[in-house]
């Protein structure tokens, strides 16, 4: 897990479901952050703990260490699985000095897998509390965070509350797993159009990648479709859930979602800059398969500047 992340300023935002990564406490209530960059890094995020989000996250683990363990700087790995989400604590060294697990729902109807990003995160906030007692860590302890997770689609509405993409109507189930192949008509129908972007994904989409997925949601879920205000790959919103940041990654945006990361990178040589501009997605092939309104507001649904 890449370790070596950038400062993540980003400003928190209300959520439906408060429970903290490191601890109880009071979240505050802080507008999102107004821009959203784009990692050049893999699928994993890795943040520096400075943020507000962050801060409240960490104040009070020391409940679940009555004595903390001497060491000067902690790095937590989360990662997340198909059927649980692990945690592990590690010092400057590499040295692991504890790790736990806890297991995430899953429903399977015929070709439908779905999972809950609440469940997801009170998993996650169960395994490092676990892990955070196991190795006698206390939360200030902790200076970064990294972030791994199944390339698995997860829809929002604007408050950062779950959108059903299920055909049961139930809130709840609001990721699309990866291994869900709901969406094999929706890849033959994106495939047939023979786009100049499919030659950078293997020359096809597979019904496990995001496109097919998205299409499948807005004809046979309508209302679902008008609701949500972001989607992202399950680490995007891990991310974004624990620092209020929309930083999307290179890596699933490029593999899962057909972005041009030889765009995106082109663009960060020539402007000498970090920034990310929406240089990579071609809004031609989202136009062609149907998905038009995903280009609307700077990208604003599936990731912008």
Not at 219 to 231: A, H, I, P, T, Y
Request: charged share 20%.
């Amino acid at each position: 897990m890449n370790m070596k992340g950038k400062e993540m300023l980003g400003k928190g935002r209300t959520w439906s479901d408060t429970t903290p990564l490191l601890g109880k406490h009071k979240q505050q209530h802080q507008q999102p952050h107004p821009k959203n960059r784009f990692h050049s890094s893999p699928s994993a995020y890795s943040h520096s703990i400075s943020s507000p989000l962050f801060l409240e996250m960490a104040a009070a683990i020391s409940s679940a260490s009555s004595s903390p363990t001497s060491h000067c700087n902690v790095f937590l790995g989360v990662d997340v699985g198909t059927g649980s989400a692990r945690a592990g604590l590690f010092d400057e060294e590499g040295k692991l000095l504890g790790s736990a697990s806890s297991p995430i729902q899953i429903w399977k109807e015929g070709d439908c897998i779905e999972q809950s990003s609440t469940d997801i995160w009170h998993a996650v906030c169960s395994a490092v509390k676990a892990a955070c007692s196991l190795a006698k860590i206390d939360g200030e302890q902790v200076k970064g965070i990294g972030f791994a997770a199944t390339c698995s689609l997860v829809a929002v509405d604007a408050d950062g509350s779950p959108v059903t993409v299920s055909w049961s109507g139930d809130s709840r189930r609001n990721i699309i797993v990866w291994m869900d192949h709901r969406a094999v008509k929706q890849a033959e129908k994106i495939n047939s159009r023979n786009s100049p972007v499919l030659q950078y994904c293997g020359g096809s989409v597979s019904p496990e990648m995001q496109p097919p997925k998205l299409l499948w949601v807005k004809e046979n879920l309508q209302e679902s479709w008008s609701m949500v205000f972001r989607w992202m790959d399950l680490s995007d919103w891990l991310s974004y859930r624990a620092t209020g940041d929309d930083t999307r990654s290179l890596c699933t945006t490029v593999c899962k979602w057909t972005y041009l990361g030889h765009a995106h990178m082109q663009h960060i040589n020539e402007k000498d800059s970090r920034d990310m501009e929406a240089c990579g997605w071609d809004d031609d092939f989202w136009e062609e398969i149907g998905l038009g309104d995903l280009v609307e507001g700077h990208h604003a649904k599936i990731g912008m500047l």
